[in-house]
C-alpha cells in the first residue's frame, strides 16, 4: 500500500539550531499516527513544514507516492491537507459561521454578496457532526476556550481533507467534549482521512492511535504501534532516561503560618477563607473559572479586593499593585507565561532582572556586569537552555521560558510564591525539575501555592488542596484524603455524579 | 564572561544591532552618492548646514521614539511646536529684562510641552484612550489655541538676541545643533543604561507582563509622553528663534517627519524594539536627503515624492532583513 503521505529525510536548521535532523514520516489513510515528543523535539516544526507555514532546508513530500512541494499554505489546501493548531487562527470579532467558513464564504448565486442563511446552515451541520451546539451566530469572542478549539476543528473539517494534523486539540477540553471529539477521529478514519494526533497526554494516545511516532531533540527515536507502546517506554523513549517517578513527593512537616485570608471578596470571589504554612505546597484545584487566578492575582496585588483581610507572617497587609505585593515579598508565576509573564523580544537577561532592577541600579544605571552575572547564575542553577544570557527570550523552548520566569521570582527573593498552571505545555522532563524546585523552595519554608488544571499533578504534589467553585473554597483536603472523586466532586459543586466509587 | 565572546554570542549581538547597521549603510551610500553629484555636498559648513536644518525634528524624534517604544504615538508635537513657539515670543515681550524674559521664555515653551505630555497621559493611561485618538484631538486643540492666542497673525518684533538660540553659533556649530546632540546622548543614556530606559523597553514589549513584573506601567507612560512634549517645547523655542517669530502655523506636518524619521530608524511602530541612535541615523538619513535633493536644484514637489518612497524602501529593507 503507498502511503497517502511521506515525508523522506526532512532537516529544517534554524540559526543555531537544528530543529529537525533527517525526519522521516509517513501516514497512511485511515490512520491515526501520533507524534510525541517534549517541546522542541520538533513536532510543531514537522508540523509548520506540512502546512505550509515554513519551508523544509532539504528532504521530500510525497502524496500517494509523488513528489511534491509545499511552498505555502495555500499549496497545503490544495493537497488536502489540514492543520489544527494549539494556538487559535480564529477571527475574534466574526461570527462561529464566519469563522468557520473563513476563505470559503457562501454567496447568493454568482454575486459578491455573502449569502447569510446559507453560511450558518453549513456552519451549523458541521458542528453537529462534532456533536456540539454552537450557536453560529456568536462572535468568536464570546466563546469559551473549549468552545473555539470546537471552531477551529470545524473549521478545518469544512475544507475537503484528506490528511488533518491536530496540534494538542484537546488541551481546553472537558471529557465530554473529548469523547465527541474522538467520535469525530473515528469517523474521519473510516472514510480514509489520514490523522496526525500530537498531545502530551498518554491516555488519548493509547485510545485513539494507530501507531505513534517519538522524537527528541529534532531526531526520528522511534515508531511502533501503539499496542507496543506503555506510558514508562514511551517517556523513556521521550526523555532519553529513565524517570523513577513523575512526582518526586517529599515528606514535610508544616511549619508556622505564612498567608492568612479572611472573608475576602473581590469580582466572582466570595468569602474566601484560607491559611497556608510554611514547608507545605498548597494546591488550588477547581475548573476553569472557579476563580483560582482571580484569587492569586487579587493576593498578588494585580485586581483589587473589595473587602477582607489578607495576613502575611500575621502582619495584615493591603498590596494595591504587584509592586507593592512584591515589596512584600509575593511572587506570582502567571498563567500563560507568554501573554503574562514574559518580554519576549527582551534578552534572557533582561527577563530575569525585571522584577528587581533596584537591586542592581548604581545610581539611576543598571549595573550590567552584576546584572550579567546573576543572570549567569540562575541560567546555571535551573539549567536554562540558552546560547547566552543575551538571547531573546521569544526563541526560548516553553519549558525554559518557564524557568526564566521562575529566576526571576527567586532572585526577588520572595516569601510566598504562587505558580498558576506551572508545568503548562513544558516537557516531563522540565516537569521534574520544576517539581523538585517546588519541593525545594517549600523546604526551605518559602510559601508556595500551586494552582494546576492537571488533578495527577495536584495529588502527587500537594499536602493540602483547596478546592474552588464559582469563586468560592468548596473544602480543603489533606493529603490523606486526596482523592479524584472528591476533588471534582466539590468542583462541581457535588452536581457531577462521582462515577467510579469505590 | 566567557560565553560573551563566543560564536553565538557575537552573532545575537550582530543581529540586534543589524538594524542601525543597515540603516547606518544607507546613510553612508546616500553620503556618497550625493558627494559625488554635488561638490559643495562633502564640505564642512554644508555638513553642519545639514545638522542645522535637521535638528528640529531630530530633536522631537528623539522624544518620539520613547514614546513610540511604549507602543504609542503622539501626533500632537507639530502643533505643541506652534503653541510653545507663539507663547515664548510672547513672553519675551513682557516688559521685563532679557536676562529675565529669555530664561522665562524657554520656561514657558517647556512648560507647555510638559502639559501637553501630561494631558496625553492622562487621558491614555487613567481613560485607556488609545494615544492614536488622544494626541489627534490634542493636535487640533493646541493649533486651535495657538491660532486663537495670536488671532491668526504671528508674534514679531522680538529682542534681536533671541535668534541666538535658533541661529547662533559657538565654535562654529549651530547651538540648535549641540542641543540636538546633547539630546541624543543624554536619550542614548537614558534608554541604554537606566532602569527607565529599560521599563520604556518592557511596558512597549508586553504593557501587562511588565505591570505584572512590579512596573507602574501608568508612571512610565506618562514620563514618555511627558518627555516628548517637552523636546517638542523646546524644539518650538528653537523654531521661533530660527524664524524670528512666534508662528501660530510653524510645525505643520512636523509629526510626520518626526514619525518618518523613527520608523526608518528601524524602531516598531508595535513597541519594544528600537532605539536612539536608529532615530538619529534616520533623522540625519532624510535631512540629508532634502539637503542633497536641494543642492541639485529638484523641485519641492518632487523631493515629497522622493522622500517617501525612501521611507517605503527603507522599512521594506528592514522586514526583509528580520525574514
Not at chain 1, 457 to 485: K, N, T
Amino acid at each position: 500500500m503507498i502511503p497517502l503521505l511521506s515525508l523522506h529525510n526532512i532537516c529544517k536548521e534554524y540559526p543555531g539550531v537544528l530543529a529537525l535532523d533527517d525526519v522521516s514520516f509517513e501516514l497512511y489513510a485511515g490512520e491515526v499516527h501520533c507524534l510525541v515528543g517534549e517541546n522542541g523535539a520538533g513536532k510543531s516544526t514537522l508540523m509548520k513544514i506540512l502546512s505550509g507555514a515554513i519551508r523544509k532546508n532539504s528532504g521530500s513530500t510525497l502524496i500517494d507516492g509523488k513528489e511534491i512541494e509545499i511552498n505555502s499554505p495555500i499549496d497545503a489546501q490544495k493537497y488536502g491537507i489540514g492543520v489544527i493548531y494549539q494556538d487559535f487562527k480564529l477571527v475574534p470579532e466574526l461570527t462561529v459561521a464566519e469563522n468557520i467558513l473563513l476563505g470559503k464564504e457562501a454567496r447568493k448565486g454568482n454575486s459578491p454578496f455573502i449569502d447569510y442563511k446559507k453560511m450558518h446552515q453549513v456552519a451549523a451541520a458541521v458542528l453537529l457532526q462534532l456533536g456540539e451546539e454552537i450557536p453560529t451566530t456568536l462572535p468568536v469572542r464570546e466563546l469559551s476556550v473549549a468552545q473555539r478549539q470546537i471552531v477551529e476543528i470545524a473549521k478545518a473539517l469544512s475544507k475537503k481533507v484528506r490528511i488533518l494534523a491536530m496540534d494538542e486539540p484537546s488541551a481546553a477540553l472537558t471529557d465530554k467534549e473529548l469523547k465527541n471529539l474522538f467520535r469525530v477521529i473515528r469517523g474521519l478514519k473510516a472514510e480514509g482521512v489520514g490523522i496526525i494526533y500530537i498531545s502530551h497526554r498518554f491516555e488519548e494516545i493509547f485510545e485513539i492511535g494507530d501507531r505513534v511516532t517519538v522524537l527528541r531533540d529534532g531526531k526520528f527515536i522511534h515508531r511502533c504501534p501503539v499496542t507496543e507502546a506503555d506510558r514508562r517506554s514511551l517517556i523513556r523513549w521521550m526523555v532519553g532516561r529513565e524517570l523513577e517517578q513523575e512526582y518526586p513527593k517529599v515528606e514535610l512537616t508544616r511549619g508556622k503560618e505564612i498567608l492568612r485570608i479572611e472573608l475576602l471578596n473581590a469580582g466572582i470571589l466570595q468569602d474566601i477563607n484560607l491559611i497556608l504554612y510554611r514547608e507545605e505546597i498548597f494546591g488550588l484545584a477547581g475548573l476553569v473559572g472557579a476563580g483560582r487566578s482571580e484569587l492569586a492575582r487579587v493576593i498578588f496585588g494585580a485586581d483589587p479586593k473589595e473587602s477582607g483581610k489578607i495576613f502575611l507572617e500575621g502582619k495584615e497587609v493591603n498590596p494595591r499593585s504587584p509592586r507593592e505585593a512584591i515589596d512584600l515579598g509575593i511572587g506570582l508565576l502567571t498563567e500563560d507565561r507568554n501573554r503574562f509573564g514574559l518580554i519576549m523580544q527582551m534578552a534572557v537577561r533582561e527577563n530575569i532582572s525585571l522584577a528587581n532592577l533596584r537591586d542592581l541600579l548604581s545610581g539611576p544605571f543598571v549595573n550590567k556586569a552584576k546584572e550579567i552575572a546573576i543572570a549567569k547564575k540562575f541560567t546555571d542553577g535551573l539549567r536554562i537552555k540558552t546560547p547566552t544570557v543575551e538571547r531573546e527570550v521569544e526563541s526560548l523552548s516553553g519549558g525554559n521560558r518557564q524557568k526564566v520566569v521562575l529566576a526571576r521570582w527567586l532572585y526577588t527573593k520572595s516569601k510566598l510564591l504562587i505558580f498558576d498552571e506551572p508545568t503548562a505545555g513544558i516537557d516531563i522532563g522540565v516537569k521534574y525539575e520544576i517539581y523538585n524546585l517546588i519541593n525545594k523552595l517549600a523546604q526551605e519554608g518559602i510559601g508556595v501555592i500551586v494552582i494546576s488544571s492537571e488533578l495527577p499533578e495536584l495529588l502527587g504534589m500537594c499536602d493540602r488542596i483547596g478546592v474552588m467553585c464559582e469563586g468560592q473554597i468548596a473544602g480543603i483536603l489533606s493529603r490523606s484524603d486526596f482523592s479524584q472523586e472528591k476533588i471534582m466532586m466539590l468542583a462541581t459543586g457535588g452536581k457531577e455524579e462521582v462515577m467510579n466509587e469505590g | 564572561m566567557k560565553g560573551e565572546s563566543s560564536p553565538t554570542a557575537i552573532s545575537t549581538a550582530l543581529r540586534r544591532s543589524l538594524s542601525e547597521f543597515g540603516i547606518g549603510i544607507a546613510l553612508i551610500l546616500e553620503i556618497i552618492i550625493f558627494s559625488q553629484l554635488s561638490p559643495y555636498f562633502f564640505t564642512a559648513e554644508n555638513i553642519l548646514n545639514v545638522s542645522l536644518q535637521s535638528s528640529i525634528t531630530a530633536i522631537i524624534a528623539a522624544g518620539m521614539t520613547f514614546v513610540i517604544l511604549t507602543a504609542g504615538i503622539d501626533l500632537s508635537v507639530g502643533s505643541v511646536v506652534a503653541l510653545s513657539g507663539v507663547l515664548a515670543t510672547s513672553a519675551l515681550k513682557f516688559d521685563v529684562p532679557l536676562s529675565t524674559g529669555f530664561p522665562l521664555a524657554i520656561l514657558v515653551a517647556l512648560i507647555i510641552g510638559i502639559v501637553s505630555g501630561s494631558i496625553a497621559g492622562v487621558f491614555i493611561t487613567k481613560f485607556s484612550i488609545t494615544p492614536f485618538i488622544v494626541t489627534l484631538a490634542l493636535m487640533t486643540i493646541w493649533r486651535g489655541t495657538a491660532f486663537i492666542y495670536t488671532d491668526g497673525r504671528p508674534v514679531w518684533g522680538l529682542p534681536e538676541e533671541f535668534s541666538m538660540l535658533g541661529s547662533g553659533r559657538i565654535f562654529e556649530v549651530p547651538v540648535p545643533t549641540l542641543i540636538m546632540l546633547a539630546v541624543y546622548i543624554v536619550s542614548y543614556i537614558v534608554l541604554k543604561y537606566t532602569r527607565f530606559g529599560r521599563y520604556v523597553y518592557a511596558v512597549g514589549g508586553n504593557r501587562e507582563a511588565a505591570r505584572l513584573a512590579g512596573i507602574n506601567t501608568n508612571r512610565i507612560l506618562f514620563c514618555v509622553y511627558m518627555i516628548c512634549g517637552a523636546l517638542a517645547g523646546i524644539s518650538g523655542i528653537l523654531l521661533a528663534s530660527r524664524m524670528n517669530s512666534g508662528q501660530p502655523n510653524a510645525g505643520l506636518m512636523y509629526e510626520l517627519d518626526v514619525i518618518a524619521a523613527v520608523v526608518v530608524g528601524g524602531t516598531s511602530l508595535f513597541g519594544g524594539r528600537g532605539s536612539i541612535v536608529g532615530t538619529f541615523i534616520g533623522a540625519m538619513l532624510i535631512g540629508i536627503l532634502r539637503n542633497g535633493l536641494n543642492l541639485l536644484n529638484v523641485g519641492s514637489y518632487v523631493q515629497m515624492v522622493v522622500l517617501g518612497v525612501v521611507i517605503l524602501l527603507a522599512v521594506m529593507l528592514d522586514q526583509i532583513r528580520k525574514r
